[in-house]
């Protein structure tokens, strides 16, 4: 079972961090152990399997969830989101894949060369008059290096959604690790709320996480404002990507 990253006050990167155990409601907390001999005297009903350790305040009023672990729900359940959101829908995609993408028509087409950017859907409709209103729609993708084909077909296709007003941008895994943001997929709405994606080993979707936690909406923005701020637009990406082809 992999641990979900959920934040820390440590600018290194080592310690103290706050992690939560999927499909389970528990917190890993990371940080000093205790070893102080009047401290450790006074700790009351320990088991022998037990430890401690500090953590500053800060990490907890932060990064310590408030309300209760969500349930998974199916992606259906957020569409109106897409529609009724007033300011901003900002997206990280952190997947080498997905298996929508390969169970596409556009898939196929792809793959046999053709230009599959002008391609018009309900999605691209829907962008086109919500940021007609005058309301953004946003993503940073992931990329590996080199570019897996999952990735390489997400910016064949990109043209279409920056066209219709989605500013998509793409940063390396390399400069992700370093900007130590999330390492899975979600939505955030209006800053507000949160829609994280679950998958499977496959890469298929299997729902969202949605919450209003304070903690976790403050923790998509930080990666928003990180993200975003390193992030290179579609357009010069993708020569970036040709010169190395």
């Known amino acids: ?123 691209l409709e829907n962008v086109a008059a919500q940021t007609a209103a005058g309301k953004r729609f946003e993503r940073v993708r992931l990329f590996d290096e080199p570019a897996t084909e999952g990735q390489r077909f997400l910016l064949a296709s990109a043209p279409g959604n920056v066209a219709a007003g989605e500013d998509i941008r793409n940063l390396t895994r390399a400069q992700a690790h370093e900007l130590r943001l999330p390492d899975y997929d979600f939505w955030l709405f209006d800053s507000k709320i949160v829609a994280r994606f679950a998958f499977d080993e496959d890469d298929t979707t299997l729902g969202v996480y949605v919450t209003e936690d304070p903690a976790e909406v403050l923790a998509a923005c930080q990666a ?13 990406f993708a020569k970036q990507v040709a010169s190395t082809v």
């Open 224 to 236: 928003r404002d990180a993200a975003w701020h390193h992030a290179v637009p579609t357009t010069e």
């Open 1 to 123: 079972m992999t641990l979900r990253f959920i934040g820390t006050t440590s600018d290194e990167g080592d310690c103290p961090t706050l992690y939560e155990i999927p499909e389970t409601d528990e917190i890993l907390v990371q940080g000093d152990r205790e070893t102080d001999p009047g401290h450790l005297v006074q700790l009351r009903d320990v088991k022998p399997s037990e430890t401690f350790v500090r953590v500053p305040r800060s990490l907890l009023v932060r990064y310590a969830p408030r309300t209760d672990t969500p349930q998974l729900q199916p992606f259906s359940t957020i569409a109106h989101l897409f529609r009724e959101f007033r300011h901003t829908a900002w997206r990280l995609e952190t997947r080498r894949g997905y298996a929508s993408d390969r169970r596409s028509p556009k898939w196929q087409r792809w793959q046999a060369g053709e230009d599959i950017a002008a391609e018009p859907s309900a999605w």
